[in-house]
């Protein structure tokens, strides 16, 4: 069956620009998180998304980032003036039922790459 | 707060060997720990899951072990192979942070040599 999907795979923008980044879960999936990944460093929780609950922005670095989950299903993370300390690669999960019982299936990622 | 540490940062072996990844974390109160593989330009595959109840899990040549107490998690690899090369890290969830937050490591880098 089809995987965690996220788009684009490689994204370069220039400093000051909006980005947005796309994950479409495993369909069913009802939990969805964001992490971003540094070169050498683990991942950085971002969002977390479980049914119609309030999301869990606690992750997000800045007011420059924000996320949306239309009908529980895709979503979209928003970088708005984007700086270079935002390259990174942005990873998206997501798992049937969220909880840390759950397992996570992620996506290739979207490495984003801020000039 | 929950750390998590890995050791080494990279590693190259000769094919055939078998091989530990270690993992070490401050906080003991998780609920489990997973251990992931991670090929360039791709997302995660998660490998083993262990909960906080048990001591190890095994699949095909990976065998991972869990040691609350001393908050140490090793992932062993039997008679490497050169596709086993990849990043590996691994995560605990739940303790005192959260009940379904991951918590990191940066990961170890492997590579297996022909």
């Known amino acids: 069956g089809a995987g965690v999907s996220q788009s684009p795979s490689n994204k370069v923008t220039e400093k000051g620009k909006d980005v947005e980044l796309r994950c479409d879960p495993i369909s069913g999936h009802t939990a969805l998180y964001w992490y971003r990944q540094s070169l050498g460093q683990g991942l950085e929780f971002l969002i977390y998304f479980q049914g119609n609950s309030a999301p869990d922005k606690s992750g997000l670095p800045s007011d420059r980032f924000s996320a949306e989950r239309t009908g529980g299903s895709v979503s979209t993370l928003t970088i708005q003036r984007t700086q270079q300390e935002d390259s990174a690669v942005y990873l998206c999960?997501?798992?049937?039922?969220?909880?840390?019982?759950?397992?996570?299936?992620f996506g290739n990622g979207t490495r984003l790459t801020v000039t | 707060k929950q750390e998590v540490t890995q050791i080494p940062a990279a590693l190259s072996v000769p094919e055939g060997e078998n091989l530990v990844l270690n993992c070490s974390f401050t906080?003991?109160?998780?609920?489990?720990l997973q251990w992931f593989r991670q090929d360039p330009g791709k997302g995660l595959t998660s490998l083993l899951l262990i909960q906080s109840s048990q001591r190890e899990q095994t699949s095909g040549r990976l065998n991972a072990s869990l040691d609350k107490s001393s908050g140490r998690s090793t992932l062993y690899i039997a008679a490497s192979q050169p596709g086993d090369s990849a990043t590996y890290l691994c995560?605990?969830?739940?303790?005192?942070?959260?009940?379904?937050?991951?918590?990191w490591g940066a990961g170890t880098k492997l590579i297996i040599k022909p």
């Open positions: 999960a997501s798992s049937p039922k969220g909880g840390w019982r759950s397992p996570l299936h």
């Open positions: 906080d003991s109160a998780i609920y489990n």
């Open positions: 995560a605990v969830s739940g303790g005192t942070d959260s009940n379904y937050q991951l918590i």
